[in-house]
């Protein structure tokens, strides 16, 4: 009987992993927040043809369900749960005879883009996991043998065609239940009928950005390129090639031509090069840190862990408002406005003007309903199953209860890392039992002590011992703070796992209308972003001096909520506005002021920052 090749670190599922501090609490924002509502604002959701409405049919509930969902198990929200069992109930009841999933007329299967299916298959596994619903074998054995004659007829189309590779998690899972041999069949022919993304690299023609309604295409569309670099990883578990080879080539060429200080490449839309005000898709970043926690079970490689954190504490909580009502499709890293920019201008590669507004559904609603995946899908990947034991992975707080040999042990970590360096464990166990702990050193550390004793940072550090009642491990981090030089000679600041920026002082100016029958009104309404303060400065030395902070405020990932940051001297400088948006770069390097003492806090606590700023000559 073939076989498919172990994951390393197996993730662990809402029943035994649970959210502590600040993690928690973000997850509650969020669910009191657009991504926690959309099923009682949107119609693309509240009246979806995935439930028998008359709106979108596609992947908006889909994605929707792939964040809300751990999101109610996580909070273990019972009313939330319940809401999201309404949805399941009716996809399920909706399923065609032969096994058809999706909302889509059956004259209509030929043409109909399964990236949906592709889609719905890994949120129905993800259903399982977290509800034990007993219906989903069975439901997904039916739709993906319908799937595998559908395929004989007809090609995998667009969208479903560069994402082929997402089936492959409802598929394992499916020869994990069943074992028949036609299901790995399926795989190799979605691998045959899909996008190689390994040809587009080795024939790379993305190098440079494009611009204009022509420059627009599925091969160097951002959120294709952020779910692709999973795809070898996650078909190495059937072919057994490297599961690493493959990601490492394409983000490296990736960041090389379109890399941003905020932890991923740009795209509005499209792949948009290393200026600092092109912009990044949230889908990107949300996908892209799926990407790495899926890489990080798979490979067991910490470095995956490093960029999914990464993306998780700067990009993701700066394309949100901090009540997390209103999103960005684009953010930028010198971020100085976000007005309307006129349509006649280019600013971005494809998309329009009010791309970088915050607010309800602004550009396309895809962001809108995939947003709320991020921060869940993080929390989960806090601690992961290695063969014997138990790892900490993503270094959020958080609690994971399971059995080794037959005993109960429980793992917490208390910690408000990334804003401190030090993380506590405690380990519970109801009877003696011995299990290796290993607990991640993130590269992002100049040095690291586990209980005083030195350990390798970017490495598991190997706890493995007989553990006995409660145990108390104190991790210590080192951290220094790194200039690093980018566009046009300009410089960002990384301390630790935290891109640091210029806050510009901000007014949030609403628009409460109606478009294509959609309302915005407060609470999601759209905003434009005005600022406050003035944007043009440059640094004047590469020191910095660390203050540490807490604020009493609602919101950790706000200006106000900031609990650290970087206190350094900058000097105006002249640099000019275009189309209502900072320009690329200043026209001069020298000051036009005296230096003054100011603070740079953590990028993903800005609305409106300056990221990337010169030295002054």
């Known amino acids: ?237 059937r072919t057994g090639e490297d599961p690493e080879a493959f990601a490492n080539k394409a983000l490296s060429m990736l960041i090389k031509a379109h890399g941003q200080p905020y932890g991923i490449f740009s795209g509005d839309e499209c792949l948009a090069g290393t200026s600092p ?82 607010g309800l559904e602004p550009e396309f609603g895809c962001c809108t309903s995939n947003m709320g995946q991020g921060f869940p899908k993080l929390a989960l990947s806090a601690f992961m199953k290695t063969d014997r034991g138990i790892a900490s992975t993503i270094l959020v707080p958080a609690a994971v209860t399971t059995e080794i040999g ?34 991640r050193i993130p590269g992002f550390a100049k040095s690291a002590k586990v209980d005083g004793k030195s350990a390798p940072v970017g490495e598991f550090y190997v706890l493995d011992r007989q553990w006995s009642g409660e145990t108390t491990v104190t991790l210590e981090l080192e951290f220094s703070t790194e200039m690093a030089e980018g566009f046009e000679g300009m410089f960002s600041v990384k301390r630790g796992p935290l891109l640091y920026a210029l806050p510009i002082g901000d007014e949030w100016h609403r628009l409460e209308y109606e478009k294509n029958g959609v309302l915005r009104k407060f609470p999601y309404c759209d905003y434009e972003v005005l600022p406050t303060t003035p944007f043009a400065f440059g640094f004047v030395s590469d020191k910095f001096e660390l203050v540490e902070s807490d604020p009493e405020t609602e919101y950790l990932f706000s200006p106000e909520g900031a609990p650290v940051a970087l206190e350094t001297e900058l000097a105006p400088v002249e640099w000019g506005e275009e189309n209502g948006h900072c320009k690329a770069v200043p026209e001069s390097r020298k000051a036009t002021g005296k230096a003054e003492k100011m603070r740079l806090i953590p990028y993903g606590c800005t609305n409106l920052r300056m990221a990337v700023l010169p030295m002054i000559e």
Not at 89 to 105: E, K, N, V, Y
Not at 186 to 201: Q, Y
């Open 277 to 358: 005000i092109q912009g990044t898709e949230l889908c990107a970043v949300v996908e892209a840190m799926f990407s790495y926690e899926t890489l990080l079970s798979i490979t067991g490689n910490p470095v995956w862990a490093d960029r999914a954190e990464f993306l998780g504490f700067n990009a993701l909580p700066a394309t949100c408002s901090p009540d997390m009502w209103s999103h960005q499709y684009d953010q930028m890293a010198n971020q100085n406005a976000c007005r309307i920019i006129p349509r006649e201008v280019i600013q971005f590669t494809t998309n329009k003007g009010e791309a970088h507004l915050f």
């Open 406 to 439: 037959g005993k109960k042990v429980t793992v917490e970590l208390d910690t408000r890392y990334p804003f401190r360096s030090t993380l506590t464990y405690t380990v519970r166990t109801d009877a003696p039992v011995s299990f290796p702990l290993s607990i």
């Open 1 to 237: 009987m073939s076989q498919l090749k172990p994951l390393t670190l197996t993730p662990f599922t809402t029943k035994e992993i649970k959210p502590r501090g600040w993690m928690r609490r973000q997850l509650e924002i969020q669910a009191a927040g657009l991504a926690g509502n959309l099923d009682r604002i949107w119609p693309d959701v509240a009246d979806s043809s995935w439930i028998g409405g008359s709106h979108e049919a596609w992947e908006r509930v889909p994605y929707w369900l792939d964040g809300f969902i751990p999101l109610a198990y996580l909070l273990e929200d019972e009313e939330m749960i319940a809401r999201a069992k309404k949805y399941i109930d009716a996809i399920i009841a909706r399923q065609r005879p032969d096994g058809w999933l999706c909302p889509c007329d059956d004259k209509k299967r030929a043409r109909y883009d399964t990236w949906a299916l592709e889609l719905i298959s890994k949120v129905l596994v993800l259903w399982y996991d977290c509800s034990g619903d007993t219906r989903i074998p069975d439901v997904l054995y039916r739709a993906m043998k319908n799937f595998d004659h559908h395929t004989n007829r007809h090609l995998v189309l667009d969208w479903g065609s560069a994402r082929w590779f997402e089936i492959l998690f409802a598929l394992y899972r499916l020869y994990d239940w069943y074992h028949e041999d036609w299901i790995l069949g399926l795989c190799d022919k979605m691998a045959a009928a899909g996008v190689d993304w390994r040809n587009v690299f080795e024939y790379w023609q993305y190098k440079e950005p494009r611009f204009g309604p022509q420059a627009w295409g599925l091969l160097h569309h951002v959120v294709n390129q952020s779910m692709m670099l999973k795809s070898r990883a996650l078909y190495s578990r």
